[in-house]
């Protein structure tokens, strides 16, 4: 008969020889894995584990910015007499041998937990065009540079509603699916402006031929909410159409009704709030221009002060913002601009405006918000500076690119994100751009190429440097 000292004797021998044969068969396994696997422990290597977009901790919620806006001289009555161009966006199919290679890895900054209407942090991202042709290796080596080499946190999308959904509840998600998943590949967070409404969905007798409104806004609502429930917790901010102060983008049979825009703005906000509270929704950018004769164009100052009588302040977490460089620096405001007489583009030096000026046409956005009682921040979902300096030529029009170096481009566009920073009412930053050069082919008719961080050939140009040099510069002041 065992007794139960011999029992227990024989159950702790079994326990010791368990244990050694798991941690035996264990080590054997984890040898072989890594032998065989090195990928799994080497995230530099050629075929990394799929990135982890989980935040790794948890990093500090800034304070509320404080405003404190410098003076700006008031507006002069002279206006210059032309509506700034809104390039076309081109398209282009791409061999995966025509991206430039990139020895750097994906972005390891992990995704903030807290949602984006709550990260406060002034972020910058970059516009990155997506041609619905391009396949996955190819839009990888983009996203790759954004946040990878750049190390940007933010890219922004430009969405054609019409190109999505040109005949009523058949949408097209193949753009858009490929973009989710590099976005989601390389942790990055993405901006979406939703524009252009296909020919079913606008005014009866409007002229197509140019942009426009829905007839309904509830219409556009639910085409941004089958984007949200496409891909929820996938998309960080939205942006409600852009330049609605041009004929050119807001074509409506009641004309430039800043009216007709919020009540477009209210119905999508009220949309998204519903389906991703945490989502920020961006007024649309309005086109800096002098012209303002209410039919072809307001002034955008004048259009913005016509928007916040309607309540756009109520309806966004943050107000759009753009402008497009011409041929002067960050720092000048429209009247304190010294005189060029080497510049061949005379519109900021002969004939001043606050249009001509980043800095005046952000400052005066902000003063009229902080003058009717609100602290809503600036998104700026596109500014940056053109140069020729490479290029074979450019279309009439774009002249002021002429005046610019590549060296004046690669030092205004990280003056201008220190500017920024600085002045503290701005929240978001998107640069522009990154790709439009090759996917235009650098053709000299394309208002996007002169933008492009990428020259010909594949080259990067000088800003492309600059501006990893100040992001990462930017990351680690902030950090320490």
């Known amino acids: 008969m065992v007794t139960k000292t011999v029992y227990k004797q024989i159950r702790g021998f079994v326990a010791i020889w368990l244990s050694i044969t ?115 290796d190819n839009q990888d080596a983009w996203y790759n540079s954004v946040a990878g080499d750049l190390g940007l946190t933010w890219v922004k999308q430009e969405v054609r509603w019409e190109l999505m959904e040109p005949e009523q509840g058949q949408i097209d998600w193949s753009a858009l699916d490929l973009l989710m998943r590099s976005a989601e590949k390389y942790a990055v967070k993405l901006l ?41 917790g996938r998309i960080h901010a939205i942006e409600i159409w852009k330049a609605q102060n041009i004929d050119r983008e807001w074509t409506s049979v009641n004309g430039l009704n800043a009216a007709d825009y919020v009540k477009l703005l209210q119905t999508s906000y009220e949309t998204i709030k519903a389906i991703e509270p945490g989502l920020i929704v961006i007024s649309g950018a309005l086109s800096p221009t002098g012209v303002n004769d209410g039919v072809r164009a307001y002034d955008d100052f004048n259009y913005m002060d016509q928007l916040i009588n309607a309540g756009v302040l109520d309806w966004a977490d943050c107000v759009g913002a753009r402008h497009n460089g011409y041929n002067i620096g960050p720092d000048y405001r429209y009247n304190e601009i010294p005189d060029d007489p080497t510049a061949s583009f005379r519109g900021p030096f002969d004939n001043p405006h606050h249009s001509w000026s980043f800095r005046s046409t952000l400052e005066g956005y902000a003063n009229r918000i902080r003058a009717a009682g609100k602290d809503t921040q600036l998104c700026v979902t596109k500014f940056g500076w053109p140069s020729a300096e490479d290029l074979e030529g450019l279309r009439e029009g774009l002249d002021f690119a002429y005046d610019n170096t590549l060296e004046e481009q690669a030092e205004w566009i990280p003056q201008a994100m220190t500017n920024m920073a600085d002045w503290d009412f701005v929240w978001l930053a998107f640069i522009w751009n990154l790709n439009y050069g090759p996917q235009a082919d650098w053709a000299v008719d394309n208002d996007n190429v002169p933008y492009s961080l990428i020259g010909p050939g594949f080259n990067f140009r000088p800003a492309y440097d600059a501006i990893r040099a100040w992001q990462r510069d930017y990351q680690t002041r902030t950090r320490a």
Do not use: C, K
């Not at 989980?54 to 210059?80: I, K, N």
């Open 192 to 232: 979406l402006s939703v524009v252009t409404a296909p020919d079913w969905a606008r005014e009866p007798g409007v002229v197509l031929e140019r942009h426009g409104p829905p007839a309904d806004p509830q219409v556009y609502a639910d085409f941004l909410a089958a984007i949200l429930e496409r891909y929820p």
């Open 22 to 136: 798991f941690v035996m068969g264990l080590s054997t396994f984890l040898a072989i894995y890594f032998t065989y696997n090195p990928s799994a422990v080497d995230p530099g290597s050629s075929n990394p584990l799929p990135l982890v977009t989980q935040a790794q901790e948890t990093p500090e919620e800034a304070p509320a910015p404080v405003v404190v806006l410098p003076s700006v001289t008031p507006e002069p009555t002279s206006s210059p007499t032309s509506v700034a161009q809104e390039p076309a966006v081109p398209v282009m199919v791409y061999e995966a041998t025509d991206i430039p290679t990139l020895t750097s890895t994906p972005a390891s900054s992990p995704t903030p937990t807290l949602p984006p209407v709550a990260d406060a942090r002034y972020q910058v991202g970059i516009q990155v065009e997506h041609a619905p042709d391009l396949n996955a």
